[in-house]
């Protein structure tokens, strides 16, 4: 039943254990295997603009087109290392001597390029090496700068385009799929093993802290992104920071957080209760627990018809329906999810601004409204959703129990 | 002397104590009271290029001038939330629904604009409103995607500039000095304490988690930049990334890393002896230590004889000019330094590509030659130099030894 009491706090061995090397190892190869056929649906959208080449700078999609790493924040000093060239026959990865033995190494299939702050200096050569004459560049990405000094360049065209390879990375494989849901599982595990830790007295940051020492330690490469720990009235602010006030008794207590797992992401929102829950918290959170699992029922409706899917804009209508049904329409103002992958949020998308197109299949993205109470209380409940149309699959990645669950006493 | 060996492993407490909450209240105290001054600075540039208003999207810069924070990495899923227009009185933040709350406290000045995924649909009113006709526009952040977008909403003329708040980012204030040394002293503190846990058989992983751990909680708000911790032929990827192969004995040990304290970091690469060091890695070592005596020596005599101070490019030529000498110029990829503050890299650069201008002061910068050995082994050393011409002052505010120290053992 929605919004019922968790009868018995989860333990870590109630979820799965963290990836093997051997699961590493499969996925690698996995990223090696599907590399090309990534590369061939690139490829195919290139006559419908007239372009024989594409620029990327962005280090996701550098990582899935050509298996050149970059660390969270590692693109805020690696230059113009990583940005990609991708032609008919061929594709070249710059990087700076710093990046080199690395490119070689992860990039097999391409030609590195020793390219230092001076791209636009050696555009001309790079461009007629792969023969490019009309290339579509990512102008969501590439800034206006390099936009202007490339093209003064010469030699080639440039096309702006965008969203080709985030709709590509949208749809999902098994290999990634996989990893997503063993991030999830780190991420589960961790907040499991915090539960005897949380008290009335604690700080949120302590909290975070220990946290994000499990999902460190337990199996993830890195942090999704830096976890949120809100008490109270803090948890009114969706995006605000851990801090150092102790948690009163009475509070909720809402995390929102993920592991990273070979690149790939995973993202939770659980809204605990620190002590007996008040009144209007549980009736909030029981709100926020019948919108979630409207949502999820659509989507599950859909894929037991055969799909196709709702689109991202109806099934956030799903979620937001029953709160503004509730009075509290002005307090959920985020979208109801967003896809993940290589990247904490990515297509597709869910919210009163997506489009009307079917959500792609196979897919992943989050389920996650929320009510905010400013200076009082905020609820949000967040899931995983893996989504498979032809597979008949509707199954919630992130396993970690989402009735009433009250804490730290 | 340079390249001795260190006679005693320092401890902890042979660094400054963390910060204080009276720091910290300080520090914000500073913040509030240079940003008019920032302001006026960037105002006092709108008339050499004829605009009225400036509009960035760098999160730093909406740090530096407005007072708004996005934790590291926040920017990839936070839209336009962040995003700034200056005008000749009045200064725009835009925030979505979950930045409404924090934005209005953090960017007090400001008038907080609820923008979503609609800034060009919103562009003429804000626009309007601020009175703006001719807008400078970061082009070196902003996507060439938004800035088409943007120009077509119409009313004002967009002019590209780049480099004005990197340029006033690398003057630093007092205060801002304070907080990178109060970094620096929370790394150095770190890796003191990490010494006893360096021996054969760990990896570089675990002693790179460890290390973090000492830095998240030893008074840092987080990581500069996530921790290098590379041993043996590793040390010669000058990016690599900590990997979970035993540390072996006589292998060097690089540690690259940085802490955070109130958004301002550090940078320090300390390269350690796992017991007995081989005769090669003491030549490079000692060649190493030498180059960055020599960058750090040539600064010191400039601001003895009352500045200029070299450029970056002499500064670097200073340090390379050692490295060629011995015959390792092609072992030297990259460039010998650059500015830190609420950038992990920001200007000055001191490289091959730098300009001939005289280093600004007062400054930070770190000098931190290398010489990489493909298979073999990698060197480098770095510390972060306060430099201020005027008081006299040139200052490694990065403390840890840097003789040749021999653990693990």
Redesign the interface.
């Known amino acids: 039943m929605i919004g019922e009491r968790v009868d018995r706090a989860p333990g870590p061995a109630d979820f799965a254990e963290p990836p093997t090397p051997a699961d590493r190892a499969r996925w690698l190869d996995a990223d090696r295997i599907d590399r090309p056929e990534r590369l061939a649906r690139l490829r195919a959208r290139f006559a419908a603009v007239g372009v024989d080449t594409y620029f990327g700078t962005r280090s996701e999609h550098s990582r899935y087109l050509t298996g050149f790493v970059l660390?969270?924040?590692?693109d805020?000093?690696?230059g113009s290392s990583g940005w990609f060239l991708i032609g008919a026959d061929e594709t070249i990865v710059c990087a700076?001597?710093?990046?080199?033995?690395?490119a070689g190494r992860q990039a097999s299939d391409a030609r590195i390029e020793p390219v230092?702050?001076?791209l636009d200096a050696r555009w001309v050569e790079l461009v007629d090496g792969i023969g490019a004459r009309r290339i579509a560049?990512e102008?969501?990405?590439?800034?206006?700068?390099?936009?202007?000094r490339l093209a003064a360049a010469g030699s080639a065209e440039l096309v702006?385009v965008?969203g080709w390879i985030e709709a590509d990375r949208a749809i999902k494989t098994a290999a990634e799929l996989e990893r997503i849901g063993a991030a999830c599982a780190v991420a589960d595990r961790a907040l499991a093993a915090l539960l005897p830790e949380i008290r009335v007295g604690a700080t949120e940051r302590e909290l975070a802290?220990r946290l994000e020492?499990s999902i460190?330690?337990g199996g993830a490469d890195?942090l999704a992104?830096?976890v949120a720990c809100l008490a109270g009235p803090e948890a009114?602010?969706?995006?605000?920071?851990p801090g150092d006030r102790p948690i009163l008794a009475g509070e909720v207590l809402l995390f929102d957080f993920g592991a990273k797992v070979d690149g790939y992401r995973s993202d939770m929102t659980r809204t605990l209760f620190v002590g007996e829950p008040s009144a209007r918290d549980l009736a909030v959170y029981r709100i926020v627990a019948e919108a979630q699992a409207s949502a999820i029922a659509g989507v599950e409706a859909a894929v037991r018809a055969g799909g196709p899917l709702p689109s991202g804009r109806a099934v956030d209508r799903m979620a937001r329906d029953v709160i503004v049904r509730e009075g509290h329409g002005e307090h959920f103002?985020?979208g109801t999810g967003h896809g993940i992958g290589l990247?904490?949020?990515e297509l597709p998308h869910l919210g009163l601004?997506a489009t009307d197109e079917p959500l792609p299949s196979p897919t992943v993205f989050s389920v996650e409204p929320g009510i905010y109470l400013?200076g009082q209380t905020g609820v949000r409940i967040e899931d995983l959703l893996a989504v498979d149309v032809e597979a008949g699959r509707v199954e919630s990645l992130t396993r970690f129990p989402k009735g009433i669950l009250v804490v730290g006493f």
């Open positions: 660390g969270d924040g590692e805020r000093v690696s700076d001597s710093r990046y080199r033995i690395q230092y702050g001076d560049v102008a969501g990405a590439v800034s206006h700068a390099t936009w202007t702006p965008e802290l020492w460190r330690t890195g992104f830096d009114a602010l969706p995006h605000g920071s103002g985020h990247a904490t949020h601004r400013d």
